[in-house]
């Protein structure tokens, strides 16, 4: 008998407001075009003045509850990847355990910023694999519409907010490759490339900051990288890439996730693809993303699902579970 962290619900939340490339033409250099042809992406949603990254997480926690049908006294932590949150502390995981009313278990954020929803699952795995806990919710939210620099038209038109969650629970496995649940994961991260993508400011400096990225520096390492873990989760899981029903990548740019399946040898019919609609929502895309392929039919019970992200850190990794 293998204890196994399986999904029991999923959901989403995004802002109301709906941005099409064409507003960034009346302040920049750029064009719906540009931006379709090299990133993928058509719109993104801005929070609205005084929705925090909480808002928006809790919101997806609520979604996520009902899918499950439980309520938050059926939780016992909630991890919250985030690069945004309300504030510097308390943790936003703190504010969405008090925004639903929870008043038992714990609560924390992990900051491992586009890939933070791998390392955020990984997390909860571990909680849960060690008896820490048997109902874990993971959120990604973000409100990264608050740390762009409006004048540079090579990342404020790439980046949206919102917010997706995952409940995990432990079950019992047999275990094979066959359980529901997380099979396998695997993080990375290299601090020598913090300059290719960063925010130029935080508490210790007294600023607050922009962010600040070498797009085509971050492009080259990604295909690479993303394909290389998700290749190496598979192997850790006694699979391969044939064995995939559906690649959940973190949806930054469309060249890099059809590069990375290609390099994968899996065709785009098998990839979850959500960026031409929400942009670049760091930590939130993938859960996003798997929320959106859920209520799609793409995602079913049973398929075998990869995730990959890679970001500021740069911090890169992979999961694998079987849905
Ligand atoms: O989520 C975290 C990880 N982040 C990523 O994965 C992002 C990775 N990078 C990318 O997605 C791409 O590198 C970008 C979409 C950011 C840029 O695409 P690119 O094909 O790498 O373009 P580039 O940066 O090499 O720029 C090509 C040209 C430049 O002009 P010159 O120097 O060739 O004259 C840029 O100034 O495109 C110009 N450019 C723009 N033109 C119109 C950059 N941004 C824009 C823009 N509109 N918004």
């Known amino acids: ?115 933070g929803f791998a390392f955020a699952l990984a997390n909860a795995n571990a909680l849960i694999l060690s008896g820490q806990a048997e109902r874990v919710l993971v959120i990604g939210a973000e409100t990264f519409s608050r740390i762009m620099d409006w004048t540079d038209r090579g990342t404020c038109v790439l980046f949206g907010d919102g917010a997706g969650a995952l409940i995990l629970e432990a079950r019992t496995g047999t275990g094979t490759a066959q359980d529901r649940g997380i099979l396998a994961t695997d993080l990375n991260s290299d601090g020598r490339y913090r300059d290719l993508l960063y925010v130029d400011g935080g508490v210790s400096t007294q600023t607050t900051g922009v962010l600040r990225m070498q797009g085509n520096q971050v492009f080259r390492h990604a295909v690479e990288k993303l394909a290389k873990t998700a290749e190496t989760a598979l192997e850790k899981a006694g699979l391969t890439a044939s064995d995939v029903d559906w690649i959940v990548p973190h949806q930054a740019n469309i060249r890099i996730i059809q590069g990375t399946a290609k390099k994968m040898g899996l065709p785009m019919e098998k990839v979850v693809v959500t960026v031409q609609d929400h942009g670049n929502t760091s930590a939130a895309s993938i859960p996003l993303a798997l929320s959106v392929g859920k209520a799609r039919g793409q995602i079913k019970t049973g398929d075998l699902v990869v995730t990959e992200a890679i970001g500021g850190g740069l911090a890169w990794g992979a999961v694998v579970l079987r849905w």
């Open 1 to 115: 008998m293998t204890l196994r962290a399986v999904v029991a619900g999923v959901g989403h939340y995004l802002p109301e407001r709906v941005v099409p490339n064409s507003e960034f033409e009346k302040t920049l250099d750029t064009s719906d075009e540009w931006i379709r042809a090299r990133s993928g992406i058509e719109r993104r949603h801005f929070a609205a003045e005084g929705e925090t990254t909480s808002d928006l997480g809790a919101a997806a926690a609520r979604a996520a509850l009902r899918d499950a049908d439980m309520t938050a006294d059926d939780i016992d932590a909630i991890i919250v990847a985030t690069s945004t949150a309300d504030l510097t502390f308390p943790s936003a995981a703190t504010m969405v355990q008090a925004a639903l009313g929870m008043e038992r278990g714990f609560a924390f954020d992990v900051q491992a910023v586009c890939a």
